[in-house]
């Protein structure tokens, strides 16, 4: 088995934390060996282990390990993934055993992507580093999404959309078909997307308006 930690140990870190357990269920293949955190003591202790340290901690570690980013801002995804410099650091792609793929040989997921429980993925979904999909969410044939994208429960994304970087997409959000999301846009709980987004932006309602803040 393959030594992990998880950087984050609230409630994502914790359901990322149970996700590996049920992976290890069907095959075992990590050994979690804590968590890793900014704002919590060194031994505090959650059920499903405790933190071992802060970026300093995982910068000088000495041996090969994997680290799964369960941190649910985008740019501080970003951010926490640009610090980490140790060289034997690795992200593994984490995916839940009930996920369900059209056609899995028809995917393609750079590194450290995240994808939880009773989510849908089609055909020819192609994503690229350090996006995390939360439970229950829908991914639409073709659809395109680059690096640092968090998908909140139960969003749908239907078929051909483009993602760029660093968005967040609201619990129950729905983005129609053929859409363009740029970069650093959030788009807010149930709110349903039906024309281009624009980069820096905030979007809100049904149909999403953007919204000066």
């Known amino acids: 088995m393959k030594d992990i930690v998880i950087y984050g140990a609230g409630g994502f870190g914790r359901e990322i934390a149970c996700l590996i357990n049920r992976v290890n269920s069907i095959k075992p293949e990590w050994n979690l060996l804590g968590f890793l955190d ?60 009930d996920v369900f793929f059209l056609d899995k040989n028809n995917i393609s997921m750079g590194r450290g992507n995240v994808i939880c ?44 959309v483009v993602i760029g970087n660093c968005n967040l997409l609201g619990v129950k959000s729905t983005v129609l078909q053929y859409l363009k999301i740029g970069n650093r846009i959030t788009i807010g709980a149930n709110s349903l997307l ?17 919204v000066d803040f």
């Open 38 to 97: 900014d704002g919590e003591p060194v031994g505090t202790k959650n059920e499903y282990g405790e933190v071992l340290g802060n970026l300093d901690f995982i910068n000088s570690y000495p041996h090969e390990i994997s680290v799964v980013l369960a941190i649910g801002t985008p740019h501080i995804l970003q951010k926490l993934a640009n610090a980490i410099t140790n060289p034997k650091v690795n992200y593994p792609n984490i995916v839940d055993p």
């Open 117 to 160: 429980a009773q989510c849908v993925v089609s055909c020819n979904v192609k994503m690229g580093d350090f996006n995390l999909f939360n439970i229950g969410a829908g991914i639409g044939h073709d659809t395109h999404l680059d690096n640092y994208n968090v998908i909140m429960p139960n969003v749908n994304i239907s078929g051909g």
């Open 194 to 210: 039906i024309r281009n987004a624009k980069d820096d932006a905030l979007y809100i309602g049904n149909p999403a308006k953007k």
